[in-house]
């Protein structure tokens, strides 16, 4: 399928071994945030989320980490794997009734 | 697959005419969200609805309308195409407007010649 943002930031990482994707967000205001995969001809696939009064979750093979001092997001994936390979975006929330605000996106490329 | 259903996947048309796009979300979701994504682009909000009315308004075009239905699918109608509007429209529903997830359909494809 055709591809999203064909000039979004890349990461490259070795099969297994772990990646980090990074995401500055916007708002200090900001109390819920997502992180999403899309995978070329589909839409965007929850991964984790994160509410602000917490400063890590885990997931099955995913870790988001949330600094808002800086803020700032992270998602680590453990042994990263050949279908990790996607477009990962995050999300921000600031507040009842707003919606949500995305990220550029990051295009994680798994070598094998 | 998340639940929700878009369609059509593809659609293909000309610069002035009008289309429309649906959507049914999962089961038991009452928010329905529209974004864009164009090429080099993230994901732009246009619209949200929550149980048949309108929540929330993002950078939608005055060409552009919406609308959710009792049954609680929507359509997103494109009139006056341009070939700037030329993008992959996804829908996307959750439970409610907060704090909690969005789930995506699989887009709709839209290509103006």
């Known amino acids: 399928g055709e591809s999203v943002g064909l000039h979004l930031p890349t990461l490259s990482v070795q099969e297994g071994d772990n990646s980090i994707i990074n995401c500055a967000y916007s708002?200090?205001?900001?109390?819920?945030f997502i992180w999403y995969k899309q995978e070329s001809g589909k839409g965007p696939q929850f991964i984790i989320d994160?509410?602000?009064?917490?400063d890590k979750r885990q997931g099955q093979r995913v870790t988001v980490l949330l600094n808002k001092t800086v803020k700032h997001l992270s998602l680590q994936i453990a042994a990263t794997q050949p279908g990790d390979s996607a477009v990962y975006f995050c999300a921000e929330q600031f507040g009842y009734g707003q919606n949500f605000v995305f990220g550029p996106g990051t295009r994680l490329s798994v070598l094998p | 697959d998340s639940g929700v259903t878009q369609t059509p996947k593809h659609l293909i048309t000309a610069t002035g005419q009008r289309v429309t796009l649906r959507c049914s979300p999962r089961s038991g979701d009452l928010s329905v969200y529209w974004y864009q994504q164009s090429l080099d682009q993230g994901l732009q909000f246009l619209i949200q609805?929550?149980?048949?009315?309108?929540?929330a308004k993002g950078n939608i075009l005055e060409r552009f309308s919406a609308q959710q239905f009792p049954d609680l699918h929507s359509e997103l109608n494109l009139s006056s195409l341009e070939l700037g509007d030329s993008a992959l429209y996804f829908c996307a529903s959750s439970v409610a407007g907060y704090d909690q997830p969005q789930h995506f359909g699989d887009g709709t494809r839209l290509s103006i010649l």
């Open positions: 708002n200090s205001a900001s109390d819920y």
């Open positions: 994160i509410r602000s009064n917490m």
């Open positions: 609805y929550y149980n048949g009315e309108e929540r």
